[in-house]
């Protein structure tokens, strides 16, 4: 009987031992879960909720328009080498496609519509209004 209890007790241990281990080193099964849970909660925060207004150096879509490419941006015009650029809150650079528009606006803050190149980062633009304070 006392082997028994022995056998039991050192393979309880064991068990336990390499238990812990796994769960200190991790296990590919929970990585998996976890990590999907992980992309879809991130996928969530990306989503724009439409119910909300845009921060500055945000975008949104421009509903009045009815194009859902069309987007809002709001930043200040700054002039890049040959052409312009808007710049927004977090200091990113968004080169603007049409530097006839944007010049009368140069060193001011603007709201511009239009569609964004992400690769190129690119504004194509489709019309510069001066931002109210």
Not at 32 to 55: F, G, I, Y
Not at 63 to 75: D, E, I, R
Not at 86 to 114: I, N
Request: net charge negative.
């Amino acid at each position: 009987m006392q082997s028994i209890k022995r056998d039991v007790t050192v393979g309880l241990s064991l068990s336990a031992i390499v238990f812990a281990g796994a769960l200190a080193w991790g296990s590919p099964f929970v990585g998996a879960s976890s990590s999907s849970a992980q992309t879809e909660a991130q996928r969530q925060q990306t989503q724009p909720d439409p119910t909300q207004q845009a921060q500055p150096g945000q975008t949104q879509p421009d509903l009045a328009q009815g194009k859902a490419q069309s987007k809002t941006f709001t930043g200040t015009v700054v002039k890049a080498g040959d052409s312009y650029a808007l710049r927004d809150s977090t200091g990113q650079l968004f080169k603007l496609d049409d530097s006839e528009r944007a010049q009368p606006f140069e060193g001011k803050a603007v709201k511009v519509t239009g569609q964004l190149d992400e690769q190129a980062m690119v504004i194509h633009v489709e019309s510069i209004e001066g931002a109210s304070a």
